[in-house]
């Protein structure tokens, strides 16, 4: 059975970091590339960043890419993924969340898959 544990998320001031966790079972990391994923209120889910599964390479959505406040890593022995968040922004806020994935061209898609997890609040205030 699948399932997607995503951790880390909670309020943080502006300028600040986050480092989110993805906990996966149910498949090896070593077989399908994963991504995350946010969603702010009100808006369609977006794709942020795919690591491939064959190698570390990561793929960028063209917003992450021209922010450079983003980067993700995986560990295979703890078939885990991260994300990191730097210089976190009020518009950074949203629930974040980890899901297989594509890259086509400037975007990062959903790949096929079973659901989604409960994801992991962020929230940038002041």
């Known amino acids: 059975q699948v399932q997607l544990v995503e951790s880390g998320g909670q309020m943080v001031e502006p300028g600040g970091s986050l480092r989110l966790s993805c906990v996966v079972s149910?498949?090896?990391?070593?077989?399908?590339?994963m991504g995350w994923f946010r969603q702010a209120p009100g808006a369609e889910r977006q794709g942020i960043l795919c690591?491939?599964?064959?190698?570390?390479?990561?793929?960028?959505a063209s917003f992450a890419l021209a922010e450079g406040r983003f980067s993700m890593t995986r560990d295979k022995s703890k078939n885990t993924v991260y994300l990191e968040l730097n210089n976190l922004k009020p518009e950074d806020t949203a629930t974040y969340y980890c899901?297989?994935?594509?890259?086509?061209?400037?975007?990062?898609?959903?790949?096929?898959?079973?659901?989604w997890g409960v994801g992991t609040q962020v929230t940038v205030s002041s």
């Open positions: 899901q297989l994935c594509n890259w086509v061209g400037p975007r990062i898609v959903p790949g096929p898959h079973a659901g």
């Open positions: 149910g498949f090896s990391l070593e077989k399908y590339p």
């Open positions: 690591i491939s599964s064959t190698d570390d390479t990561v793929h960028y």
